[in-house]
């Protein structure tokens, strides 16, 4: 009896959305994986800008948004995986992204 061994590339990102409620993401092979935003509490912080704003990792198996300092593999997101961050380390995130953002706009009025 012959086998045949099966041949598996890694599914990867085409297209990615935020919406208010979910990430989308089309891949390469025609699928579409739809997971909820809450599942991601960074990309739920996100403002729609920064949301739009993501980058491929490598030729796609993972995505990237800069502002948000958050990644999710395509792989992750096929298992039904949740965001692993722990409490403590979203809270300093918090934290830090409160602070940046008074920066800004005291830099900002001492321009204007």
Known sequence: MTSSALIT???????????DAALVVDLHDGRQVSVPLEW?????????????????????VGIHWPDLDEDISVEALLLG??????????????????????????????RS
């Open 9 to 19: 590339e890694p599914a990867r990102a085409a297209r990615v959305r935020v919406t």
């Open 81 to 110: 995986q949740r965001s692993n961050e722990s409490l403590t380390s979203l809270q300093e995130w918090q934290t830090f992204r409160r602070r940046r953002t008074a920066k800004r706009a005291r830099s900002s009025r001492a």
């Open 40 to 60: 991601y509490p960074r990309l739920a912080a996100g403002h729609p800008a920064e949301r739009r704003r993501w980058e491929r990792i490598g030729p796609g």
